[in-house]
Nanobody
Framework: QVRLVESGGGLVQPGGSLRLSCAAS?????MGWFRQAPGKKREGVAC????????YYRDSVKGRFAISRDNAQNTIYLQMNSLKPEDTAVYYC???????????????WGQGTQVTVSS
């Protein structure tokens, strides 16, 4: 089965940047990032297709976040710039057949990494 391990989270000031990584063991297709803030539902952040590398972003992060994929290493990244306090959440990577915004379509999930944006 697929195993996913996220890393790169931490504490950053508003306007700062972080890069999250998700290393995968096993076969993967499309991969995405979700996040869940305290008291909030988990929401999709970005997704990248398996072959073409097509990317998708939720409106609130467009122009600030960038998802990328290293197929040789079976790893995806989420570069987060101009971070805002509302970006604070646990970030999860997950794998799916094709990119969607529905978490029920994702088959395997990582353990999550905490991102805190605060002064």
């Amino acid at each position: 089965q697929v195993r996913l391990v996220e890393s790169g989270g931490g504490l950053v000031q508003p306007g700062g940047s972080l890069r999250l990584s998700c290393a995968a063991s096993g076969f993967t297709y499309a991969m995405g990032w979700f996040r869940q803030a305290p008291g909030k539902k988990r929401e999709g952040v970005a997704c990248i297709s398996s072959r073409e590398g097509t990317t998708y972003y939720r409106d609130s992060v467009k122009g600030r976040f960038a998802i990328s994929r290293d197929n040789a290493q079976n790893t995806i990244y989420l570069q987060m710039n101009s971070l805002k306090p509302e970006d604070t959440a646990v970030y999860y990577c997950a794998t799916t057949s094709v990119c969607t915004w529905y978490e029920e379509d994702y088959d395997y999930w990582g353990q999550g990494t905490q991102v805190t944006v605060s002064s």
